[in-house]
């Protein structure tokens, strides 16, 4: 039987891992993207597998789409200086294209996957974020295009079934890292392994006792096709790894000793709206999917560390 599954924001940094999970798991991946912060090279690998279908198109626009029995729907910049750079786009996209790919689960009958973000609890006022909380959001802020669009992007699919039936899962994402993630996208761990193995100064935002929760880029993509397989899941699921909640400051200076310790770390004005504290209570994601994160950050650093060797160009030194 020919499975297809429609990966929007394929070129992605977790597009592109979900990418070739899925094919290894036998399935056909027809992959969605208009390269606006997807990444050709991070689709390099899938290039000559022909089971995988690369269709270039925006999702702010109708793109014409094969049926498909999955669909994963990850398109819009995630980090905040792509989504600072690209407001309209950001709410774009999660706005009338997720209505567009709830529109195409509909016709096809298939289940569909949309990838929210921890970033809809905003600066969030309890601790470890449940998914019955419902944020502490600046709507008007510097974030607000991903915290409101991602939000909105929830109230649709959350419609859509309600409305006309439509076979959703939510996933909200916790601080995803791994190889692949862009050298500019502005995150922590890929500015600080940028900065590290380029001698360069580590900057930290504010005191750097503001906390994250990291989840390496293997164990996120079992958590979202688990959520995909999972029966009866209702209302949004926390996807991250509550196991290991560290300061800035503490993974910066974890980062500094894996690239050789070259780099002084200074602090620099904390960005708006930047919240104090991020852990996922993962109690659901454990109870509905049985999906607990594998990876310790210690382990995961290791090729994340290697792949940002390679991007700024440590191996022709």
């Given at each position: 039987?020919?499975?297809?599954?429609?990966?929007?924001?394929?070129?992605?940094?977790?597009?592109?891992?979900?990418?070739?999970?899925?094919?290894?798991?036998?399935?056909?991946?027809?992959?969605?993207?208009?390269?606006?912060?997807?990444?050709?090279?991070?689709?390099?690998?899938?290039?000559?597998?022909?089971?995988?279908?690369?269709?270039?198109?925006?999702?702010?626009?109708?793109?014409?789409?094969?049926?498909?029995?999955?669909?994963?729907?990850?398109?819009?910049?995630?980090?905040?200086?792509?989504?600072?750079?690209?407001?309209?786009?950001?709410?774009?996209?999660?706005?009338?294209?997720?209505?567009?790919?709830?529109?195409?689960?509909?016709?096809?009958?298939?289940?569909?996957?949309?990838?929210?973000?921890?970033?809809?609890?905003?600066?969030?006022?309890?601790?470890?974020?449940?998914?019955?909380?419902?944020?502490?959001?600046?709507?008007?802020?510097?974030?607000?295009?991903?915290?409101?669009?991602?939000?909105?992007?929830?109230?649709?699919?959350?419609a859509w079934h309600s409305a006309k039936g439509a076979d959703i899962r939510i996933a909200r994402i916790f601080n995803t890292y791994g190889p692949r993630m862009a050298p500019?996208?502005?995150?922590?761990?890929?500015?600080?392994?940028?900065q590290g193995w380029k001698g360069l100064p580590m900057t930290i935002q504010g005191t750097g006792k503001q906390t994250r929760s990291f989840c390496y880029v293997s164990d996120m993509v079992a958590g979202?096709?688990?959520?995909?397989?999972?029966?009866?899941?209702?209302?949004?699921?926390?996807?991250?790894?509550?196991?290991?909640?560290?300061?800035?400051?503490?993974?910066?200076?974890?980062?500094?000793?894996?690239?050789?310790?070259?780099?002084?770390?200074?602090?620099?004005?904390?960005?708006?709206?930047?919240?104090?504290?991020?852990?996922?209570?993962?109690?659901?994601?454990?109870?509905?999917?049985?999906?607990?994160?594998?990876?310790?950050?210690?382990?995961?650093?290791?090729?994340?560390?290697?792949?940002?060797?390679?991007?700024?160009?440590?191996?022709?030194?």
């Amino acid at each position: 039987m020919r499975r297809v599954a429609i990966v929007t924001g394929a070129a992605g940094f977790l597009g592109s891992h979900l990418s070739e999970r899925l094919l290894s798991d036998g399935w056909n991946v027809v992959g969605v993207d208009n390269f606006m912060t997807g990444r050709k090279e991070n689709l390099a690998e899938l290039a000559g597998n022909p089971r995988f279908t690369l269709i270039k198109g925006d999702l702010r626009k109708k793109v014409a789409l094969p049926p498909a029995e999955a669909i994963f729907h990850l398109a819009s910049p995630a980090s905040p200086p792509y989504y600072q750079r690209f407001p309209i786009e950001t709410l774009e996209v999660n706005g009338f294209g997720t209505a567009q790919m709830l529109s195409h689960a509909c016709a096809c009958g298939s289940r569909m996957v949309f990838s929210s973000t921890s970033e809809v609890y905003g600066d969030p006022e309890i601790h470890p974020q449940t998914e019955d909380y419902w944020g502490h959001v600046n709507p008007i802020g510097v974030r607000s295009c991903y915290d409101e669009g991602k939000r909105y992007g929830e109230a649709l699919c959350t419609a859509w079934h309600s409305a006309k039936g439509a076979d959703i899962r939510i996933a909200r994402i916790f601080n995803t890292y791994g190889p692949r993630m862009a050298p500019d996208d502005g995150r922590v761990i890929s500015n600080f392994f940028v900065q590290g193995w380029k001698g360069l100064p580590m900057t930290i935002q504010g005191t750097g006792k503001q906390t994250r929760s990291f989840c390496y880029v293997s164990d996120m993509v079992a958590g979202l096709i688990a959520l995909f397989h999972a029966d009866e899941v209702e209302g949004p699921v926390n996807l991250g790894n509550p196991s290991e909640e560290m300061t800035i400051l503490d993974i910066a200076k974890q980062i500094r000793m894996l690239t050789g310790e070259r780099s002084e770390i200074i602090h620099i004005e904390r960005g708006k709206d930047d919240p104090e504290r991020r852990r996922p209570d993962i109690r659901k994601a454990k109870r509905l999917l049985g999906w607990t994160p594998r990876v310790p950050l210690s382990k995961g650093l290791v090729p994340t560390g290697e792949y940002f060797w390679h991007a700024v160009g440590g191996d022709k030194r």
